[in-house]
């Protein structure tokens, strides 16, 4: 049973930039794949970004050049550097663990939601203009 905290959520300006943690209850290094997830009022969930256990990214186009998954396996803890931001970000951000499979099936795709078994509970962001 992996357990997940998110923190790090905010209101802030168009343009500004945010760091949202995830601190896990497992070893990081032990999980095959952690990734974020959003969901805006009326809007799906939908993926951010992803990291293997070795390291590989993995982006949604939305977001590429922008955010910046990363992890720090001895504080068992992932991070979303989040620059550049735009309010069409704005969203309740999830972090998300799938221990057993990486990230993609699709080359370059972070794989759906439905693969993930082990979710937190989120954090707000909102960015104004």
């Known amino acids: 049973q992996v357990q997940l905290v998110e923190s790090g959520g905010g209101s802030v300006q168009a343009g500004g930039s945010l760091k949202l943690s995830c601190a896990a209850s497992?070893?990081?290094?032990?999980?095959?794949?952690m990734g974020w997830f959003r969901q805006a009022p009326g809007k799906e969930r939908e993926g951010v970004a992803g990291?293997?256990?070795?390291?590989?990214?993995t982006y949604a186009d939305s977001v590429k050049g922008r955010f910046t998954i990363s992890k720090d396996s001895a504080k068992n803890t992932l991070y979303l550097q989040m620059n550049s931001l735009k309010p069409e970000d704005t969203a309740m951000y999830y972090c998300?663990?799938?221990?057993?499979?990486?990230?993609?099936?699709?080359?370059?795709?972070?794989?759906?939601?439905?693969?993930?078994?082990?979710w937190g509970q989120g954090t707000q962001v909102t960015v104004s203009s």
């Open positions: 497992e070893y990081t290094y032990s999980i095959l794949c």
């Open positions: 998300a663990a799938d221990p057993w499979a990486l990230c993609t099936v699709i080359p370059g795709t972070l794989k759906p939601l439905e693969s993930f078994g082990y």
């Open positions: 990291i293997d256990s070795d390291g590989s990214t």
